[in-house]
């Protein structure tokens, strides 16, 4: 191929669909509405031909004119992204970057969902060569506070909720090694908060220890938990950096962004 012809590759076949994304664009980079003569000038189209596309973008509601002159984005493109997000699912989202995991770790890694008082296997990825009994069937359950996962949504809640988890459920305990204080649990879930990661220490199945990471969706919320379970004598530290790459990755994929994220946690509104 030549040079020219890779970079026409790159655009739109159709000169006035670029026009169009372009315009769109520099929409989409301010909320309030712009002055027709401040987007022709980000775009380099001229106003007479800025202005023909916008009016009939305005007819599509993919564009909105507020007040003669000005432009911003319109609600048929928030209509469309919610058919987007519905179809958009936190399992197929996972599917391929588990597989990655566990081809690495070569131990079972697990996407789990809050239900409740309670964390819900929803996918693993495993091979019958990990060496340790397979307790953690999709679909199967367990109580947040005894789980690696359950641990990272607990710790999303407040205080007062924690609280109450704890009043309900009694803290009820599975091994000698489970955390069946409320003061205790607390500590654990204030590092939970610190790193951004948990860890179920031999506290659901003994000789069995997790780490997980969590999944965030487009809007910063906690979906659900990416987890390595392996036997605790080989649960190997240095997989935490993949496991929260995965787990970004995974994020990513739902329409989360970090830099965003960051932005609302400084203005005072930390995702959880």
Known sequence: MKKDDAGAASKPSVQVLERMFTLIDVLASREEAIPLKEISEKTGLHPSTAHRILNDLTLGRFVDRPESGSYRLGMRLLELGNLVKARLSVRDAALLPMRGLHKLTQQPVNLSMRQGDEIVYVERAYSERSGMQVVRAI??????????????????????????????????????????????????????????????????????????????????????????????????????????????EISMALGYHRARAAKDAEAGHPHR
């Not at 690696?148 to 305990?173: C, E, H, I, N, W």
């Not at 780490?211 to 036997?231: C, E, N, R, T």
């Open 139 to 248: 679909g199967g359950r367990a109580p947040l506070h005894l789980t690696s996962t359950g641990k990272l949504f607990l710790a999303a809640d407040d205080p007062q909720r924690v609280r109450a988890y704890a009043m309900r459920t009694g803290l009820a305990g599975h091994t000698r090694n489970s955390i069946t204080q409320l003061p205790v649990l607390e500590r654990e879930l204030g590092k939970a908060r610190q790193y951004g990661i948990a860890r179920d220490n031999e506290e659901l199945e003994l000789g069995v220890r997790c780490m997980a990471a969590g999944v965030y969706d487009d809007q910063a919320q906690l979906v659900a938990g990416l987890s390595i379970s392996a036997p605790a004598d080989r649960l190997d530290e240095s997989w935490l950096p993949k496991l929260q790459a995965t787990a970004e």
